[in-house]
T-cell receptor, first 109, second 111 residues
Framework: GEDVEQSLFLSVREGDSSVINCTYTDSSSTYLYWYKQEPGAGLQLLTYIFSNMDMKQDQRLTVLLNKKDKHLSLRIADTQTGDSAIYFCAEGDNNDMRFGAGTRLTVKP | KAGVTQTPRYLIKTRGQQVTLSCSPISGHRSVSWYQQTPGQGLQFLFEYFSETQRNKGNFPGRFSGRQFSNSRSEMNVSTLELGDSALYLC??????????FGPGTRLTVL
């Protein structure tokens, strides 16, 4: 099975909150990451969390980590049309990383 | 600081040919990783080079190879191309700490 799993699609209305969920299998990973990929572009690191943290907040982004359940989530507050993109969850250490398939977020005006 | 650059951005090849992709990391970064992104398989790790040495390797056949030069620039080579090699190839650079910076990718189409 896959090491990192995400739902493939999420659609929200502008101004609502978006929550993207991810589950992973490797409990030894030191870091967990969220990347954003816009059409025609590479991956942009949004945020990351140490595996010994439960939560990290960065402006409109909130990352929650449930290490017991190996569940990671990304909450985007006040979602804007510019947030429409594919969001990848990833786990790993340094430069050996495993990615989920990506969640395509569509923001409707 | 300039970001990670990859050349070419787009490439069309035919089956059986070989291809070389190039990646220039952020200045001062010594680690370069390569990833393949396809709709069916998602994003998969190919290999990582650090100071001209391959440090990590994913689960890809030997047709996929790479190297890194003394200026940290890296090349990836795919020989005997197959249709399934059509993908977006992403390069990422790192100083060796936890954050990777990705390039825009090279979109390879194999006909």
């Amino acid at each position: 099975g896959e090491d990192v799993e995400q739902s493939l699609f999420l659609s929200v209305r502008e101004g609502d909150s978006s929550v993207i969920n991810c589950t992973y299998t490797d409990s030894s990973s030191t870091y967990l990451y969220w990347y954003k990929q816009e059409p025609g572009a590479g991956l942009q690191l949004l945020t990351y969390i140490f595996s010994n943290m439960d939560m990290k907040q960065d402006q409109r982004l909130t990352v929650l980590l449930n290490k017991k359940d190996k569940h990671l989530s990304l909450r985007i507050a006040d979602t804007q049309t510019g947030d429409s993109a594919i969001y990848f969850c990833a786990e790993g250490d340094n430069n050996d990383m495993r990615f989920g398939a990506g969640t395509r977020l569509t923001v409707k005006p | 600081k300039a970001g990670v650059t990859q050349t070419p951005r787009y490439l069309i090849k035919t089956r059986g040919q070989q291809v070389t992709l190039s990646c220039s990391p952020i200045s001062g970064h010594r680690s370069v990783s390569w990833y393949q992104q396809t709709p069916g398989q998602g994003l998969q790790f190919l290999f990582e080079y650090f100071s001209e040495t391959q440090r990590n390797k994913g689960n890809f056949p030997g047709r996929f190879s790479g190297r890194q030069f003394s200026n940290s620039r890296s090349e990836m080579n795919v020989s005997t191309l197959e249709l399934g090699d059509s993908a977006l190839y992403l390069c990422a650079s790192s100083s060796g700490s936890d954050e990777q910076f990705f390039g825009p990718g090279t979109r390879l189409t194999v006909l």
